[in-house]
């Protein structure tokens, strides 16, 4: 008993600090969210944090409380994703809070607007480390570079409004090819060979 509550205070304290500590939501998070949960306590691998990011792209939600509530499930269950699923919010419902009964007051005030002037700058920063992580965790074969390149394309002419299409339908434009190449990819591996069925490859892809 003393070990369960343990392990939720401790996952309830990580995701605190994660929503607390924070700036800049979504991608700006990844850095800190790996940092704490991969590499300081281990509950998840780094490429279990890039299948994540891809889940909680493609499913509704933000991805810190996308990421608490698998990880919490993970580590204490049903129990564990409600501790670290509230604790990665209640910053986050506090200060807008409180910012929102100021803002109005402090919104022209021209060391609030430097201020923001530079957090921008830095979650501009966070994200463009969290992408260099991410792509240390990604499959470097050439057909993961061509669906990188044609996702970076698309989603550039979208946010010019070249080609007026949803970042969402990109998501999912790649999900259903990876899956139609893995399908065909597992069958030509499994294709007899000379008469004799190829002995099915583990996860490392040795016989």
Do not use: H
């Amino acid at each position: 008993m003393k070990n369960k509550i343990k392990t939720f205070f401790t996952l309830f304290w990580t995701f605190f600090k994660i929503g607390l500590f924070t700036f800049g939501g979504g991608y700006a998070m990844i850095a800190l969210i790996e940092k704490e949960v991969c590499e300081k306590k281990g509950w998840i691998t780094n490429k279990e944090m890039l299948d994540l990011v891809a889940i909680a792209e493609s499913t509704p939600g933000v991805i810190a409380l996308n990421t608490a509530t698998f990880v919490g499930a993970k580590i204490g269950g049903f129990w564990g994703a409600l501790a670290a699923s509230v604790a990665v919010v209640i910053p986050s419902v506090i200060i807008i809070s409180v910012i929102g009964t100021v803002y109005e007051r402090f919104a022209v005030n021209k060391y609030v607007q430097w201020a923001f002037m530079g957090i921008r700058a830095a979650v501009a920063a966070l994200i463009l480390n969290a992408v260099f992580k991410m792509y240390k965790s990604v499959d470097k074969s050439p057909l993961a570079y061509i669906v990188m390149a044609a996702s970076f394309v698309l989603a550039v002419l979208s946010v010019f409004d070249v080609i007026p299409i949803d970042i969402v339908y990109i998501i999912l434009a790649s999900a259903i090819f990876g899956i139609i190449w893995g399908y065909f990819k597992r069958k030509r591996e499994l294709k007899p060979v000379n008469g004799e069925a190829p002995a099915p490859k583990d996860e490392e892809g040795e016989k």
